[in-house]
T-cell receptor
Framework: EDQVTQSPEALRLQEGESSSLNCSYT??????LFWYRQDPGKGPEFLFT???AGEEKEKERLKATLTKKESFLHITAPKPEDSATYLC??????????FGTGTRLTVIP | NAGVTQTPKFQVLKTGQSMTLQCAQD?????MSWYRQDPGMGLRLIHY???????DQGEVPNGYNVSRSTTEDFPLRLLSAAPSQTSVYFC?????????????FGPGTRLTVL
């Protein structure tokens, strides 16, 4: 059965304290791994797509990496405005996206 | 560009009532989908469409109906609301159902079924 697990469930960081969020997956035939950011009361906002092991993408303080079993979202020197829930999703065959339950990140000034 | 719009933002129904959640996009995207989001669970796909006139079931389709008569609109119908359908519903669209799967999400509809 396809499965996506995100850890930790919640993470509190001091401003400037770098860390990583994990997304591990068990799927048959990965066709892409996606990271989204979701602010309270809003829809998810697309961040990155990764397609193959070894691939990396960067955007401001965020960097996403992919291995054959997991993906990491590295946050460098986070700011309070980075506080949000970060969602990971994987695409398998057909048109299905499977989402993890997310990591709720809080950055304290 | 308004992107993906959803109406209403909030809705309260009684068990057994029916209603339609509206979704529209102005980006000329072929692919549109409906998700529900529940506490402690990831977003789950209800139904999706790869183009006008073409729809298919996702992971949790029971109790929901969709149709796609135009590229822009993809309404979700609740046939006979149940408390288990209390959730936040998101509509999303993507320019390609095959690759480059960047999905644009609407702001959501928060539905409560009493």
């Amino acid at each position: 059965e396809d499965q996506v697990t995100q850890s930790p469930e919640a993470l509190r960081l001091q401003e400037g304290e770098s860390s990583s969020l994990n997304c591990s997956y068990t799927v048959s035939g990965l066709r892409g791994l996606f990271w989204y950011r979701q602010d309270p009361g809003k829809g998810p906002e697309f961040l990155f797509t990764l397609y193959s092991a070894g691939e990396e993408k960067e955007k401001e303080r965020l960097k996403a990496t992919l291995t054959k079993k997991e993906s990491f979202l590295h946050i460098t020197a986070p700011k309070p405005e980075d506080s949000a829930t970060y969602l990971c999703a994987v695409k398998t065959g057909a048109n299905n996206l499977f989402f993890g339950t997310g990591t709720r990140l809080t950055v304290i000034p | 560009n308004a992107g993906v719009t959803q109406t209403p933002k909030f809705q309260v129904l009684k068990t057994g009532q029916s209603m339609t959640l509206q979704c529209a996009q102005d980006m000329n995207h072929e692919y549109m989908s409906w998700y529900r989001q529940d506490p402690g669970m990831g977003l789950r796909l209800i139904h999706y469409s790869v183009g006008a006139g073409i729809t298919d079931q996702g992971e949790v389709p029971n109790g929901y109906n969709v149709s796609r008569s135009t590229t822009e609109d993809f309404p979700l119908r609740l046939l006979s609301a149940a408390p288990s359908q209390t959730s936040v519903y998101f509509c999303a669209s993507s320019y390609s159902p095959r690759g480059g799967y960047e999905q644009f999400f609407g702001p959501g509809t928060r539905l409560t079924v009493l």
